[in-house]
């Protein structure tokens, strides 16, 4: 057994997590203050009729976490990642269903990571804050919890165990307010289903575009577009930001005071606007979008 994990065969009542506080290297970035420790096993529901567990294992540190999710784990350190508690259920025959608690540090961390997998989503669910289903396959995210819930499709009913699962994890999650302003800057018209998503970091794989809403439109030419507003905690950083953006756009570009276009291989003409301490873009050429945006932001 990993020295930072623990593993226990247990019932939700008899779940301990006491040994967890002296772990020191967590799954937030180094250097970065570790939120409130929130035991996640409190919110993992009993085994359901004719099953055994859960199996827990609980992994704060990067190397555990890991462990669990090779492979995928960036996509969480993205969002400062607190911990991960997976719960293994076994069913009849040899079925088997995983739930995955993440901890984030912010509901809006716990949106972020949800709005990735939830892109493009036909539908969403009254699970949680908000959740998708496939088959046997639940996502959802309420307060600072994102949660993966998966079960067997071997498994008799495994679309209702699943969402059964889900929503006794959502009923005991704790409760937090997703705090992103910009979300309610980027208009709602022509907006395209379920594309609403947060990016912390590393927005369009530009390190220096960071606390990214951004939102996919339905374009009058039938192509669509995105709308964008990265936010900084001054109008200096802001400003640094655009200027890294000017060095670095692709050709051919143009600019002046406080915009810039340029041409992306994917997404067209790219028009940004600097306004105090936001950075607004709109892609495929719809420069008057943007600025319909950007001049409503404090200068």
């Not at 990642?81 to 088997?96: D, H, K, M, W």
């Amino acid at each position: 057994m990993n020295r930072a994990t623990l593993i226990a065969w247990v019932g939700l009542a008899a779940v301990s997590l006491a040994g967890c506080d002296g772990v020191t290297k967590s799954g937030t970035p180094a250097g970065e203050p570790r939120p409130a420790a929130f035991q996640t096993a409190t919110v993992i529901p009993k085994a359901p009729a004719g099953w055994e567990g859960p199996q827990l294992t609980v992994a704060q540190t990067h190397e555990d976490i890991e462990e669990i999710i090779d492979g995928e784990a960036h996509q969480y350190y993205a969002y400062d990642l607190i911990s991960l508690t997976r719960a293994v259920y076994r069913g009849p025959g040899e079925s088997q269903a995983t739930i995955d608690v993440y901890h984030m540090p912010t509901a809006a961390d716990a949106f972020g990571v949800y709005s990735l997998w939830r892109a493009g989503a036909a539908a969403v669910l009254p699970i949680g804050d908000e959740g998708t289903q496939s088959q046997g396959e639940v996502r959802f995210y309420k307060g600072a919890l994102y949660v993966h819930v998966s079960v067997d499709e071997s498994a008799p009913e495994a679309p209702s165990i699943a969402r059964n699962l889900a929503q006794r994890i959502a009923t005991l999650a704790p409760p937090q307010e997703v705090n992103l302003p910009d979300m309610a800057r980027l208009p709602a018209q022509d907006r395209l289903p379920n594309s609403l998503v947060y990016v912390k970091r590393n927005y369009r794989s530009q390190e220096f575009l960071r606390n990214a809403v951004s939102a996919r439109y339905q374009g009058t030419n039938k192509r669509p577009y995105q709308l964008f507003i990265c936010s900084y905690p001054s109008a200096g950083g802001a400003g640094e930001a655009f200027k890294r953006l000017i060095e670095t756009a692709t050709y051919p570009k143009a600019t002046g005071t406080g915009w810039i276009t340029y041409t992306d291989e994917f997404d067209g003409e790219v028009m940004v606007f600097h306004r105090g301490s936001h950075l607004v873009g709109a892609t495929n050429g719809q420069k008057e979008k943007a600025r319909a945006v950007a001049d409503k932001l404090e200068p």
